[in-house]
């Protein structure tokens, strides 16, 4: 046995790496498309079951479980290996998406997507904890880069698609494309896949699991509901964020005295892991602010069609994997944080052409803004995957990576909320000051007027000029939050040490 499987845990000379890779690849494009083939198909899904009110849930309960789970899943495949949580993981991931197809209410559809979540917590974490595994840091820096280009790939591919199979086929397929690719992925891994685990009962710390899912999902639940459905000093949410703060001073209380925790606290106490998982926050809050509220500019402001919004969104798409595989090589030549700081340096460059962004620069400057910043993405994730899977040994290289998708995700939801919340009271305090004396009636809910051309038209000149000066000033405060949002990446990462050593620490007998 070599001295990289003692390092991993992975017996080389049984598992085909290649192979192994490949069905890692295809499930991490399973769960990558998802996102992004749906959105096509969602207009054809609520012609068809109705429940427009449900709209956003179809993709808030996927992205809930996601979040709520993979904590848990990271800290399961150090204890029971990868192959077991990865199976399963996908597994579930198939069952949800064999009953979205069959869903014939959206009430249903959401519990469905519900199980699909529950899948997904597993599928991106343990996928990219196994490719940590089985290559060494120099390789493991170049094959991290090449997985990035996967969401690339499907942010293009996704759109074009979902589109093609609700045109010739039916919206289920959408779902049910997922069936070949995840069976696939489970054979791969099933056949090719071989880990040596210590065999010794392990004990599974089922309290701090629970009052992390108690945590995570009570925060997650009030940032997805918090002003839009239910306002924000409304009992049901300060319920909801008092069980968040609750249940995470138990958690930590709980930690401290598990003999094996679900998050062990002292991986945080790595310079390393904690600054790049608090500047995973502020990128995945960025990601959020620039795909979300983009389009909306590009169709409602410059009155572009959505063909031309999707291409200034698609930039990034291409940027991040270009990004991502220079960083791979990038990586071992000159270090971690200067590749990272590289990428900080791209995301403040990217975020300043939006700050200035304005509807006579049209479309072309908003995509090389994306551009930019998805060079900054692709820069600054790969690099922090692949230093904090090179800090720690095999027993706790899954809740690691875990840790590092989590603060992602969870900064999505939180830049949801912040950005979100800057829109709307920006716009509504500029209908309030400048549309008095020509449109009693405007509020925020006019701005939907702007993104349909037929009934943008038969607006009067000077509502159509409120409207649009409206969504462009309160847009302008968006993008300077994500001005800051950018800079505190920056400094984050400027942070980071100079060099750190790959932990060696066997994970075997």
């Not at 992205?63 to 199976?87: E, H, N, W």
């Not at 995570?216 to 239910?230: D, K, P």
């Not at 809050?285 to 509220?293: D, E, K, P, T, Y």
């Amino acid at each position: 046995m070599t001295k990289e499987d003692i390092i991993t845990g992975i017996k080389e000379r049984e598992t085909n790496r290649p192979l192994v890779l490949a069905a890692v690849i295809l499930a991490m494009f399973m769960a990558a498309i998802e996102g992004t083939i749906i959105s096509t198909a969602m207009p054809s899904i609520v012609a068809d079951l109705g429940g427009f009110k449900l709209y956003s849930w179809v993709f808030s309960s996927y992205l809930l479980m996601q979040a709520v789970t993979i904590l848990i899943y990271g800290k399961l495949s150090d204890l029971f290996g990868r192959k077991p949580v990865f199976t399963f993981g996908v597994g579930m991931f198939l069952i949800g998406s064999l009953l979205c197809g069959l869903a014939e209410t959206m009430e249903l559809l959401i519990i469905f997507r519900l199980i699909q979540g529950l899948g997904a917590g597993a599928v991106m974490p343990i996928a990219t904890t196994i490719v940590g595994d089985m290559y060494t840091m120099e390789e493991r820096a170049k094959i991290q880069g090449y997985l990035a280009s996967v969401w690339g790939i499907s942010a293009v591919v996704g759109p074009a698609l979902g589109g093609f199979i609700v045109l010739y086929w039916d919206w289920s397929w959408v779902f049910w494309l997922n069936l070949p690719l995840g069976v696939l992925a489970i054979v791969g891994t099933y056949l090719f896949l071989h880990e040596d685990i210590e065999k010794k009962k392990p004990q599974i710390d089922y309290i701090g699991a629970l009052l992390i899912f108690l945590a995570v999902s009570s925060l997650m639940v009030a940032l997805i509901q918090g002003g839009v459905t239910l306002p924000w000093d409304s009992w049901q949410i300060l319920l909801l964020l008092s069980t968040c703060v609750v249940s995470f001073i138990l958690f930590i209380w709980q930690e401290k005295r598990a003999a094996e925790p679900t998050m062990p606290l002292h991986i945080w106490n790595n310079r390393l892991i904690t600054l790049a998982n608090l500047a995973s926050l502020t990128t995945g809050a960025i990601l959020f602010g620039i795909s979300s509220f983009l389009p909306a500019y590009v169709q409602g402001v410059m009155e572009e069609s959505p063909l031309v919004a999707g291409f200034t969104l698609t930039t990034m798409s291409i940027g991040w994997p270009i990004a991502s595989t220079l960083a791979g090589r990038l990586i071992i030549k000159v270090g971690f944080r200067t590749v990272a700081l590289g990428g900080g340096i791209a995301l403040v460059l990217g975020s300043l052409f939006f700050v200035t962004l304005d509807p006579t620069k049209g479309p072309i400057w908003a995509g090389i803004g994306s551009f930019i910043i998805g060079i900054g993405m692709g820069l600054s994730t790969t690099t922090f995957i692949v230093a904090i899977q090179s800090s720690v040994d095999w027993k706790t290289r899954g809740i690691a990576t875990a840790s590092n998708m989590f603060m992602r995700i969870l900064g999505s939801a939180v830049g949801a909320t912040l950005l979100g919340g800057i829109l709307n009271n920006q716009l509504q305090s500029y209908l309030n000051k400048h549309g008095a004396g020509v449109d009693e009636s405007l509020s925020i809910e006019a701005a939907n007027i702007l993104l349909d051309e037929s009934q943008r038209e038969k607006l009067a000149p000077d509502t159509l000029e409120v409207l649009q000066d409206g969504l462009t000033f309160s847009l302008e405060s968006v993008y300077l939050g994500v001005c800051v949002l950018a800079v505190t990446s920056f400094l984050l990462i400027a942070f980071l040490p100079k060099k750190e050593k790959e932990n060696e620490q066997s994970s075997i007998q």
